[in-house]
């Protein structure tokens, strides 16, 4: 930490009474801390809020103390964020991300000087690869920060601060004490709607309508991360030698990957944060001159030739080849493999492909044998998904699989003729189903 801010880290120490009591801190001074700490904005939420219902039991899992939640945020430069040089907006991501991990540290020492015990996950990673392919982050920063009134989500899916807009990276410390007074959700969305987000998107993942194609997120933008990163060692492994391996991986695929690895996993695109004008701090060019604004943060990134990493007969696939002439789809594995049955479940509607449910009116039963026995409906209805625990309603098809044998055929493991002549894979319905299903996930 620098002297000037060391220093006035210790003003704050000092000035902070017990007033309140010693198991609840005084917001005041908490917030003080944190924006003097580097931190742009800040807010609080009580563990019980209903906010936090769906990562509460996660939370409490990696900090059982954990009483409050401290939200903050560290804003970036747009324009760093908007050049089509992805080196550059990776290297404000990352040194951006550092300086909230930094922020946390510092909050977290003033804590322990007061006598408060707090922790703070990462702003991105290291994270529990254990769980991996599942959830492997110990808080969900994003909903955190919406209940700490620091913005609301777009829709694209990021959080928009009302002066900052998207460009921001969030943080969150865990105490094991209450706060005097905790925030509020914001009245209003600052998402303007303006969907140049769904313009920008190299793979289609933000739809006009609303929904969001995880998976063509994930595979493309996350291409050197966790998933990306093990097709890429798969890749290695398959090659008979190094001119084999040339055939499947370029040298400025195996560049990238290197530059990832040494200085921090690149991010592909990010485009929807790059265009995106909301936010009092950056909303007054996309206001005075719209076409203009077009021109110079969204048509540079439309236009720009890059490869983009899609999976074979995907919604992804077909959307580049449609809408963005000088980007070639390169096809890669789907990395989305789950282990387990419940994973499985979870992970369909992050996998699912609209497009290629096109005309799909269908309702499975789904029960699992062996190590792992469930039973699900999965509905597959104008161009959604519904999946349920238990089996409701009159299926078209049922499916009756030993939990291994299907975790082992959707991970190219195991063959599906095989499985159904073991008969550890049984359908009840046409065969076409049991295709049509499999087109909706291609892998």
Known sequence: MKLAEHSTVQRLRERHTD??????????????LALESGADDV????????????????????????????????????????????????????????EVDDIGRRIIRALEERGVRAI?????????????????????????????????????????????????LLGTVLVDAEISEYSRPIDYNPCLECKLCVAACPVGAISPEGHF??????THNYREFMGGFTDWVEHIADSRNRFDYRKRVTD?????????????????????????PAGDDVIAPFIANRQAYLRENVKPLADKEEAVYVVRNSDAEEHVAKRFPNKRPRIVRSSLRPRTVDGFLR?????????????????????????????????????????????????????????????????????????????????????????????????
């Open 252 to 276: 400025s695929e195996s560049a990238s990957m290197w530059q990832s690895l040494s200085f921090g996993a690149s991010y592909k695109s990010a485009y929807c944060m790059a265009v995106c």
């Open 120 to 168: 703070h996950p990462a702003m991105g990673f290291p994270m529990e690869m254990d769980n991996f392919p599942g959830k492997t982050w110990v808080v969900s920063h994003k909903p955190v920060a919406v209940a700490a009134g620091l913005g609301k989500m777009g829709i694209h899916r990021n959080v928009i601060h009302p002066k900052f807009g998207n460009f921001i």
């Open 19 to 32: 007033e309140t009591g010693p198991h609840v801190l005084d917001a005041q001074w908490l917030r003080r």
């Open 347 to 443: 992970g369909l509607p992050l996998t699912f492909q609209p497009d290629q449910s096109k005309g799909l009116d269908a309702t499975y039963h789904f029960t699992f044998t062996g190590e792992e026995q469930r039973a699900a409906t999965i509905v597959i209805r104008n161009k959604q998904i519904s999946v349920s625990g238990g089996h409701i309603g009159v299926p078209n098809l049922r499916v009756t699989a030993d939990a291994a044998t299907w975790l082992g055929f959707l991970a190219q493991e195991k063959n599906l003729a095989w499985a159904m002549l073991t008969r550890r894979i049984r359908i009840k319905g046409s065969p076409r189903l049991l295709i049509a299903f499999g087109k909706c996930f291609p892998s």
């Open 213 to 218: 194609n995880f998976s063509a997120c994930y």
């Open 43 to 98: 807010g609080f939420v009580q563990i019980t809020r209903p906010e936090l219902d769906d990562q509460r039991d996660d939370i409490l899992r990696s900090y059982p103390r954990t009483k409050a939640l401290i939200s903050y945020i560290v804003r970036m430069n747009p324009e760093a964020i908007r050049t089509p040089a992805r080196s550059v907006a990776n290297l404000e991501f990352h040194h951006s991300g550092d």
